[in-house]
Nanobody, 118 residues
Framework: QLQASGGGLVQAGGSLRLSCTGSGRTFSMYDMGWFRQAPGKEREFVASIKYNGRTTYYADSVKGRFSIFRDNAVNTVYLQMNSLKPEDTAVYYC?????????????WGQGTQVTVSS
């Protein structure tokens, strides 16, 4: 089970760091991804990281501003978000993903709300 946290209200240009902590002993075996869903829009891929942390992928819309990293010792994956824009406003979710960066489960959990004011 995954729990996302760290969202909040921030002004444009600001930063936030999201955390996603997993339970169980197999966290380090999974590639992990962050997704987001803005009001009235479909959920979209944001970033992902391989199980060993050596490879990352980003959506074009966040490249150069967001950074994904993980600490398998504490079963946590992070999303560092810098230079935030109002269009980054969304509920952010984490999920275990397959090599095609598709979620392994339909259970998204509660997510964490990020609101960027202009």
């Amino acid at each position: 089970q995954l729990q996302a946290s760290g969202g909040g209200l921030v002004q444009a240009g600001g930063s936030l760091r999201l955390s996603c902590t997993g339970s169980g002993r197999t966290f380090s075996m999974y590639d992990m991804g962050w997704f987001r869903q803005a009001p009235g829009k479909e959920r979209e891929f944001v970033a992902s990281i391989k199980y060993n942390g050596r490879t990352t992928y980003y959506a074009d819309s966040v490249k150069g501003r967001f950074s994904i990293f993980r600490d398998n010792a504490v079963n946590t994956v992070y999303l560092q978000m810098n230079s935030l824009k109002p269009e980054d406003t969304a509920v952010y979710y984490c999920a275990a993903v397959n090599p095609r960066r598709t979620p392994l489960s339909d259970d998204w959990g509660q997510g964490t709300q990020v609101t960027v004011s202009s």
